[in-house]
């Protein structure tokens, strides 16, 4: 029982140190920069960002124990299935130390969407991630056309204007 209680201590500390690391560099990147490059492991195998050259990208930063993000991936799941014709491409980048805590996320709340795993915590670093979830909104010429803190019901409309709006600009 100890053991237990241990180990949800030790998981608690690990995901308040990875959200506090990322407060130190609020939004790195800013609209219009063109967005860093990633190579991450994923469920259907190597997910690399520049391989999404010209689509539109919504690159959404996440984590089991975020209730936001619970939250977020039924719309994320809506808006892929809706737009992806159009060339959108969702990328939930996975921020849990262990995978498994991931796995069992998704066994309960399934993507439609392209999965990768950091468990390392290195690329939000370089986005600048400040808190879960993080999202970004990258054009099809690869620069980053805004930067999202948080989910809730009420965003779903602005995010989805946001997505349109891109899928529409000049190709």
């Known amino acids: 029982m100890a053991d237990i209680k241990l180990s949800k201590v030790k998981t608690f500390l690990i995901a308040f140190s990875i959200c506090i690391g990322f407060s130190s560099n609020i939004y790195a990147i800013d609209p219009g920069s063109k967005s860093p490059d990633f190579d991450l492991p994923g469920t259907q195998g190597p997910v690399k960002l ?4 010209g689509s539109v990208v919504y690159v959404d930063f996440w984590a089991s124990w ?5 939250q977020s991936f039924s719309w994320m799941n809506e808006v892929q299935e809706k737009y992806r014709s159009q060339g959108l491409k969702i990328i939930g980048v996975n921020l849990d130390a262990k995978n498994e805590d991931a796995k069992k ?4 709340t399934p993507a439609k969407f392209t999965i990768a795993f950091d ?3 290195d690329v939000p670093k370089v986005f600048g991630v400040k808190g879960m979830p993080t999202s970004f909104l990258i054009g099809r010429d690869g620069k980053v056309i805004f930067q999202h803190l948080g989910f809730k019901e009420a965003d779903r ?3 989805e204007k946001e997505i349109k709006s891109a899928l529409e600009a000049k190709k």
């Not at 520049?50 to 050259?53: C, L, V, Y």
């Not at 996320?105 to 309960?108: E, G, R, S, V």
């Open 50 to 53: 520049s391989k999404s050259a």
């Open 66 to 70: 975020c209730g936001p993000c619970r």
């Open 105 to 108: 996320f998704l066994a309960q």
């Open 119 to 121: 468990s390392k915590g």
């Open 157 to 159: 409309e602005s995010l």
